[in-house]
Nanobody, 118 residues
Framework: QAQLVESGGGLVQAGGSLRLSCAAS????????MGWFRQAPGKEREFVAA?????IYAHSVKGRFTISRDNVQNTVSLQMNSLKPEDTAVYYC??????????????WGQGTQVTVSS
C-alpha cells in the first residue's frame, strides 16, 4: 500500500511559479505511474499530468507545467510556471496506472491548495 502526501501549495500572483511535491511511502512506489489532478470549487476533478513510461499533460498546462519523479527519494514533483488564475484549485497526487482518468489511480493524497491571484 502507498501513502501520498502533497506539499508546496500556496498563494502566488499570475505569471508566477510554484513547485508541488508528493512524497510516497509504502512499497512498490516505482512500479506505479504517478499523476497530478486538480479540482476547482464546483468543478469535477481534472487531469493535469502523468508520468509512467512516458509523460502526458493536459492541453491547458502543456508548455507551462513539468512533471518529474525521483524513484530513489520516492517523490514526484510538478513544476508550475506562468501560472494563471484559472489554475487555482486543490491539487492531488495519485498513484496507479498510466491514465488521464481518475479511475486509473488507486492511491490519492489529501491535496494541496494552489491559489493564483490576478
Amino acid at each position: 500500500q502507498a501513502q501520498l502526501v502533497e506539499s508546496g501549495g500556496g498563494l502566488v500572483q499570475a505569471g508566477g511559479s510554484l513547485r508541488l511535491s508528493c512524497a510516497a511511502s509504502g512499497r512498490a512506489f516505482s512500479s506505479y505511474a504517478m499523476g497530478w489532478f486538480r479540482q476547482a470549487p464546483g468543478k469535477e476533478r481534472e487531469f493535469v499530468a502523468a508520468i509512467g513510461r512516458s509523460l502526458i499533460y493536459a492541453h491547458s498546462v502543456k508548455g507551462r507545467f513539468t512533471i518529474s519523479r525521483d524513484n530513489v527519494q520516492n517523490t514526484v514533483s510538478l513544476q508550475m510556471n506562468s501560472l494563471k488564475p484559472e489554475d487555482t484549485a486543490v491539487y492531488y497526487c495519485a498513484a496507479g496506472s498510466f491514465s488521464t482518468l481518475t479511475s486509473g489511480y488507486i492511491y490519492w493524497g489529501q491535496g494541496t491548495q494552489v491559489t493564483v491571484s490576478s
